[in-house]
């Protein structure tokens, strides 16, 4: 590339594109290309120094958003962070309009081909495509047949990855007609370039992203069955297993949509009816992200039963709900298809392709699998039939064997290859610290339209160093870009804000939870306060095994090691005076067990589930409240060097809790008070009632014999010693403490104010206020309330200190036993107890 008199700012300098590729920036002179020009000058212009000052700006946006590609499973199957490039992906808008066209009429031409195959199946019966192709294929099922759809589509939202060849001609590299992946990412793509480069992105005149999602949601409101103004929309998803669950979750909440599984779901008399607390309520349309076979158990032979629901293909039948993408939708998208794509346009469209498809041979015909055999090192092998997420064979395994292996291969079962001509991919410049070369592809993304589609003015871009089929290098890792398509002219600022002239009902949320969705709010309440209650518990025995109080906390640190213990922190022996010196020295030994995963009690175990609650209700939280739990994940990890020690431990804990204080914070300010809210509260106050009692208990039974300093640290790990001190002084009797940790309902951390907001928000949970009576919840919580205010704590304390137990005891054997029984009765009436569904074919006689 030429060298600039600003040489020192270019950040281009020295970037040399790969031989027998064509350059998207650079003219084989070295010099820019025209429509690219004015990007190059003025990041030029911005210089290097700022130009990664803004980079690293972006790049902390992407961690503290979390934005991954894959989802979270298991705490060691961690996401991988979204590799997004500093430097957009730029192509003109008459380019792009060629483009568009082509996109257009493929589209239109792949929908034809569901529409008949499931429909009529002329072009099997004139011969067009080979039988054998289409019922050989795993996703060609009976259940997905249908003679009529609304608005007569099955495609509604269709995906082409692209590839502009070493002659400068884009080329289809596959077609994505299940669910088309990416939109989300693209749309995170466009957010975070344009704020790294806002004055560019107006200098440069960018298409914006907002139509296409504005004739989406349109496409999506006009499949409702009764043709409602508003109809409820839902995103079907794979959960939180799926490597596109943020996507989902992304998507769902940027189009205004309920987040559901399979499980969210259920069929009653033809209609789809989502689960919510206040019962089930109808489901008018669903934006399929889930694969055709995994979304009905009950007929889908090799359907997860876990992910569908049972009886959806009879009530897409029958017309009760609109689904987009249509099920069965999948089936075109296997490499076998592309090699019939130039007779089929020719058979329904009576015209060429307007863009090729990358050159395709399926082996079940004689004269393709001839040559395929013949020119193994040009071509790529695939497996014919594709299954989205099940590529069985991989690629990359066929791609590995020897030719002789692999020919044995086929020959053994032709009808189940297919192959390719390997691509070469164009090239652009990426920013990693430098300027280097990479291959790119673009996913373009339509959105059907009335009669035609809409394309989306920008893509997902995508790179890699390697020229390695698009599906081996994802697997490898891959980098993405922001897609410019640069207009002429000034464009106009688009919103998917409805009109202002649009009357909309006034309402407040009330019951339309999702039970799934309040079953892991519910949990992430009670991992949220055992973490804070845990934190507290080691902060105050860490402060007392070391430094200089050590020698003055025998009497403390016996008692913490009891609490500790009964919450599953450190080995039982620790409690036991007589088998704690036979033990290694617990200074060493709790560090380890802070941070240990392989223990499912550990506070690092019990953050883990936390992230884990978090990731999947992330649609139900703010962005700042799924900011600190983020914080929350990736600031308690021991130090990355040496050896985990006390201090280390005192240092994380702190933060820890300062960020747990920030979470209650931002629910107890900015939380709108409905379900979510409710279900959120009562696992907290459920398990820090728990906690309350396992702290009382362990300290006080039997009572120690110097009470003085245990009050204290009693005081201190329940979060009320300055409140204590500020009625009472340095006078400390157990009365006093007990009162201020039981009975004191001004006091927020103590048990009768936690079964005070019990009361409130059982109260407030939807059910038939017109049945006579309470409910089971309501009559458990109201005895726990009356129990601790019935209390003559005064008399309590007394009896107590005369070694009297028996009293106090039983009151703890009481609301342990109560609490449980609360939280099953609410878990019993209101959350997720799914069974897995059977196919017919599993319960029929045999």
């Known amino acids: 590339m030429p060298t600039s008199p600003l040489s020192v700012n270019n950040i281009f300098q020295g970037y040399t594109p790969p031989g027998g590729a064509y350059d998207e920036f650079l003219l084989d002179t070295g010099e820019p290309r025209l429509h690219a020009k004015n ?58 309009k060629t483009i568009s066209t082509a996109l257009r009429q493929r ?14 199946q002329t072009l099997l019966k004139n011969g067009v495509l080979p039988a054998e192709l289409v019922y050989s294929h795993p996703g060609f099922l009976r259940a997905y047949h249908r003679e009529q759809l609304r608005n007569d589509c099955f495609l509604h939202f269709y995906a082409a990855d692209l590839a502009r060849s070493p002659n400068g001609e884009w080329w289809v590299l596959a077609d994505r007609t299940e669910a088309a992946s990416g939109i989300g990412f693209a749309l995170e793509n466009r957010i975070l370039t344009s704020r790294m480069f806002p004055e560019l992105f107006q200098q440069c005149n960018v298409e914006r992203l907002a139509p296409f999602f504005i004739a989406a949601q349109e496409t999506l409101r006009k499949l409702t069955p009764q043709s409602l103004e508003n109809p409820r929309v839902v995103l079907l998803s794979h959960g939180p297993t799926s490597p596109n669950y943020f996507e989902d979750a992304y998507l769902a909440r940027y189009l205004g949509y309920t987040l559901v599984e ?102 079940g015909d004689p004269e393709q699998l001839s040559y395929v055999l013949k020119n193994l090192e040009k071509l790529t092998i695939y497996p014919a039939f594709r299954i989205r997420g099940k590529d069985n064979p991989s690629v990359e395994s066929l791609n590995q064997m020897s030719p002789k292996k692999l020919t044995e291969l086929i020959k053994s079962h032709p009808s189940g290859f297919a192959a390719q001509e390997k691509v070469i991919r164009s090239s652009v410049p990426v920013w990693r610290g430098q300027i280097q070369p990479a291959h790119l592809s673009l996913r373009a993304y339509a959105v059907s339209s009335g009669d035609s589609y809409t394309v989306m003015q920008g893509a997902l871009g995508r790179t890699s160093t390697s020229l390695d089929p698009l599906e081996v290098s994802i697997r490898k890792g891959e980098g993405s870009k922001d897609v410019w398509i640069l207009s002429d002219e000034p464009v106009e600022h688009i919103t998917l804000l409805n009109e202002q002239g649009r009357t909309i009902s006034l309402k407040r949320s009330g019951s339309e939870l999702p039970s799934r969705a309040a079953d892991n709010i519910f949990w992430l309440g009670r991992q949220l306060e055992r973490a804070e209650a845990l934190a507290r518990l080691l902060r105050s025995a860490v ?78 939280i703010s962005l700042d409240t799924w900011r600190i739990i983020r ?7 021991p130090p990355g060097y040496g050896t985990t020690n006390l201090s280390d431990v005192l240092t994380i804990t702190d933060d820890l809790i300062t960020e747990l204080a920030a979470f209650s914070g931002i629910v107890m300010e900015s939380m709108t008070r409905t379900q979510a809210f409710r279900f959120l509260e009562l696992g907290r106050r459920v398990e820090r009632s728990l906690q309350i009692i396992s702290l009382v208990k362990n300290s006080f039974v039997p009572m120690p014999e110097v009470q003085s300093p245990i009050f204290e640290t009693v005081l201190e790990v329940a979060d009320s010693l300055m409140t204590y001190r500020s009625r009472y002084l340095s006078n400390l009797q157990l009365a006093a403490v007990l009162d201020l940790l039981l009975t004191d309902e001004s ?29 089971s919840e309501q009559r458990l919580v109201m005895t726990l309330l009356h ?60």
């Open 39 to 96: 990007f190059l000058d003025t990041v030029v212009k911005i210089g290097r120094e700022e130009f990664e000052h803004r980079w690293q700006q972006a790049q902390r946006t992407v961690q503290a958003n979390d934005f991954a590609y894959s989802g979270v499973v298991t705490p060691k199957d961690q996401p991988r962070p979204w590799e997004l490039d500093a430097i957009p992906f730029l192509i003109s808008s008459a380019e792009w």
């Open 631 to 637: 914080r929350i994940d990736k600031g308690f990890q």
């Open 107 to 120: 589209a239109q031409l792949l929908n034809l081909i569901l529409k008949d195959l499931f429909g009529k």
């Open 787 to 846: 129990s601790v205010r019935m209390l003559d704590i005064q008399e309590i304390a007394d009896t107590h200190c005369l070694g009297d137990y028996e009293p106090l005891e039983k009151l703890f054997e009481t609301w342990d036993y109560q609490l449980p029984k609360l939280s099953e009765a609410i878990s019993h009436r209101y959350l997720v107890h799914a069974v897995s569904s059977h196919q017919l074919s599993d319960i029929s006689p045999q």
């Open 262 to 363: 399979g499980g969210d779901l259920a069929v009653r008399k033809n209609q789809v009816m989502l689960k919510t607390l206040g019962g089930l309520i109808p489901v008018d349309v669903i934006f399929r992200r889930q694969n055709s076979r995994d979304c009905d158990p009950l007929e889908m032979k090799y359907s997860n039963s876990r992910l569908g629901v049972s009886g959806l293909s009879q009530s897409a039948r029958s017309g009760q709900v609109g689904i987009a993408n249509a099920l069965g939708s999948g089936l075109i998208e296997s490499v076998a298809f592309m090699a019939f794509m130039p007779r089929l346009s020719k058979a329904l469209l009576g015209t060429e392709l307007l863009m090729p498809g990358v050159a395709s041979w399926w082996c």
């Open 543 to 620: 402060n007392r095994l070391s430094g200089e109080t050590r020698s003055t906390s025998d009497l403390e640190v016996p008692v913490l090691l009891r609490c500790l213990a009964d919450q599953g922190q450190i080995e039982p022996g620790y409690a036991i005076d007589k088998m704690r010196n036979q033990l290694p020295p617990i200074e060493h030994v709790l560090p380890t067990a802070v941070f240990d995963k392989s223990q499912s009690s550990s506070l690092r175990s019990i953050v883990d589930e936390l992230f884990r609650l978090g990731s999947i209700v992330r649609d139900r």
């Open 747 to 775: 006091n927020p951390r103590s048990l009768v104010f936690q079964f005070m907001q019990l009361a409130k928000h059982v109260e407030r949970l939807p059910r038939n206020r017109e049945l006579p009576g309470y409910t």
